[in-house]
């Protein structure tokens, strides 16, 4: 019997991110912030716009003139700077974005107004028609209307997305503190385990998917990187192989396989002799070896490592790291809300519950108001023209995220993965969990990549 | 008056992809495939198992033997090959993936079993007492049950993933045929605008926010990036920069700014004189100057260019980008769906309608069972205790995403795409849409980091 109390994996998750402390601050330039998180506050140096801004290509009027016809005095540019002002009965040519002339108090757009020939006045005298009267204000934003000196703009904590970065270059911030990238050694073990280019593959042998997986998975969480490559199942290797991960000075240690109850099994007791063993067993399938310890390290002024060994199956190694692993990463990497995400979706197929353990089942979310073709739950939904009829009679009303499950999910069968963004979390229980019921459902990849359904999804009525 | 047909953001979409071609085959490495669009199938070479393999730690057993003591007469282990014969009466130790040995035809898990002290046989003789009888098959993983030989594990036009990098190593695909990554040249035009660098701003100034925010995007996209920096207007200056991107070989340029009706508006003259312009005006708010080109470069083989003239107004540029570049530049990657993925989502407050154009106004979606409180809707749906009271009945029933609007949409205003990850569609009308209203949303950005609501998501009923 295993030395180590079964626990949940909620209790798991918790343990791990009670253990888990956001990275400290590092300095980047605005070109690498993208995904990073801050780790202060941004505030705005200067209001913007900095000047009364034109809206629109046009004429800077004062309102009280009212429609008539008007001498140009001049033009306000974007990024010119002119003495221009505007006196009563005068206008003055202004583009987009520009600067309002002192004296004007509205904009009137090009399309209102209309050019006019010199007739009578000075050569080259230009005049304008204005059609429409302006009221004070019209198409100006105020000095600081969209950010007033002294904002926040953005706070610690917030992850840098796409529009972040504009946010950043708008308010001058090129040099951020943001928390430091986790750095995470990859590791397997086993004398099974064979590079991925060894073809043909040798009498007992397999390739070793979980490293790159759990690489690619690693930098997709923002990580830096190590491949520690495969420790052998001999004395000395494994050792070895940690004291790589401390020299390079690993904030995680990501091993897969060594977990379970064979007698080569070696993870186990190395993480017991030189640190200290959180749990070593989980509630949960697949997985249920998943071990995680954390290890002080006296010779770098007592540093801690977080060590995660996921079991050898590389389905369980997927479904570990994406629970356990990740929530941690994203911490590390200063993410204040590192969960899951999780939303409820409904079951295309019956699932056979397993009486001993919660299942983690891998499946791919659809957004649809039926449940996708060639699933179980499509053959007593009705067909999809019925549907499609109904579909036009209630919009949007009736949409909702379908679950389809990927298969066989046996944790050897990696291609039970294939096309996963969501780990479906199926009670423990006997029989059957019907196709139909709604279950929770664990966002493991982004929906933005989400099949679509037949006929799409209808916009909003009258888009 | 503007020379170009006003067209809807359906029409902009088409024409931009109709025009666009998947970018042809390049090889890469299996640790640089992450993101990458397969170009071909990919085949599985061998089975997996590629032996009948142990799905357990424990004993190799003639299934008929049942119950009972028997020696051990070795071990498989995993890596390792020892010929072995099980015959009727014996048993041979085994570890989880390890080969089964030829005689043997189930696996008894270590659990199920106990040590028997060597009493009266030869000095060192192992026993083992099996207490649960096996039935054939059991706890082996046949040759080819996750995977056969010559099995389609993956098909060209797939993403590949962080599981989809699992197969590729577990089939040896470390040398991979993708779609080409697309080469996106960013500019920015005016003279107004200067490095996000510069502190104080001049007179006049404005700080360029589209540049940065637009190689993020087309980053993320997985694009290479080429920064152009910033086009003043003055003659000869858009034209050097347009000759550069063509010398760099781009298979896109993104312009933004110069683009509506002011007269040093000089990009659609440009574009005009040196290509083709499919459109120049969008019925869409923001961003109703968008406009969208094509170049053939009889220089370089008569290849395509694609520039997209995005207006300067950072929020329209931001929307512009998610609608019309960011599908191109996936198409141009090889995905087979490139479009924006979309869903239904529930106003939290009123939103005023556009009587001349519809609106893509920027959201953060939330999958919660109430509206999040601090919106307009949280006040009218009733407290947050009743709320979870109705919760508690209902389980997961009654979530759906809420869709928060980021406040004062003004093109300019660059913080109404803070934390936005969904453009929901408004229709063009007068008055109100309300809050509660249901409203489709397209999807911006990964809802992995979508904010969690209060008290979190429920998760299935007994898990």
């Known amino acids: 019997m295993s030395a180590y109390k079964m626990i949940s994996i909620p209790e798991a998750q ?5 253990l888990t402390q956001p990275l400290g601050a590092v300095t980047v330039g605005l070109a690498d912030a993208l ?40 033009e306000s540019r974007a990024g010119r700077l002119d003495d221009l ?59 600081g209307s969209d950010i007033t000196e002294g904002d926040l703009v ?11 970065v504009g946010i950043l270059a708008t308010v001058g911030a090129v040099q951020l503190a943001v928390h430091a990238a986790p750095k995470v050694a990859v590791l397997s073990t086993g004398d099974e385990v064979v590079d991925p280019a060894t073809r043909p593959l040798g009498q ?39 004291a790589a991960a401390i020299e390079q000075r690993a904030d995680v240690l990501i091993t897969s396989g ?23 067993r989980v509630r949960m399938k697949p997985g249920k070896p998943l071990t995680f310890a954390t290890l002080s390290i006296a010779e770098q002024g007592g540093r801690q490592m977080m060590v995660f060994g996921l079991p050898g199956n590389p389905v369980s190694s997927f479904v570990c790291f994406n629970l356990v692993v990740l929530p941690a990463l994203r911490k590390l990497a200063g993410w204040q809300r590192p969960e899951l995400r999780r939303v409820a979706a409904c079951l295309t197929s019956d699932i056979r519950l397993d009486p001993e353990r919660p299942e983690y ?8 108001c039926e449940p996708p073709p060639g699933t179980a739950a499509a053959a007593t939904h009705g067909s999809s023209q019925e549907a499609a009829a109904v579909e036009g009679e209630k919009g949007l009303a009736g949409f909702q995220f379908w679950a389809v499950s990927t298969g066989n999910q046996i944790s050897s069968r990696l291609l039970s993965a294939r ?19 709604v279950v929770s459902a664990l966002l493991i990849d982004d929906l933005g990549l989400m099949p679509v359904p037949e006929g799409g999804v209808p916009m909003t009525p009258g888009f």
Not at 41 to 59: H, M
Not at 94 to 115: C, F, H, L, M, N
């Open 85 to 143: 002002p505007v006196r009563p009965g005068t206008v003055a040519y202004i583009t987009t974005g520009a600067p309002v002339p002192p004296g004007a108090d509205a904009v009137v757009q090009v399309e209102d107004t209309e050019a006019v020939q010199p007739a009578g006045g000075a050569a080259g005298e230009r005049r304008v028609r204005i059609n429409k009267a302006a009221k004070p204000g019209q198409d100006i934003r105020p000095v």
């Open 14 to 18: 918790d343990i791990v991110l009670s």
């Open 204 to 242: 007992g042998q397999i390739r070793d998917a979980n490293r790159a997986m759990l690489l690619a998975a690693a930098a997709r969480a923002g990580a830096q990187v190590v491949d520690l490559g495969v420790a052998r199942d001999a004395v000395g290797q494994l050792e070895g192989c940690l």
């Open 419 to 437: 096309s996963a963004n969501a780990l479906l979390e199926i009670p423990c229980d006997s029989g059957v969990l019907r196709a139909g019921s």
């Open 258 to 280: 060594g977990v379970s109850m064979g007698d080569r099994d070696l993870v186990k007791p190395l993480l017991e002799r030189q640190g200290t063993i959180h749990f070593g």
């Open 154 to 164: 953005l706070r610690a904590g917030e992850v840098v997305g796409v529009a972040e």
């Open 35 to 74: 995904g990073r998180v801050l780790a202060e506050d941004v505030k705005a140096p200067d209001s913007l716009p900095p000047f009364p801004a034109s809206i629109k290509d046009g004429y800077a009027v004062v309102a009280s003139d009212g429609v008539g016809e008007f001498p140009v005095i001049g």
């Open 361 to 368: 089942h891998r499946a791919t979310l659809v957004w649809s």
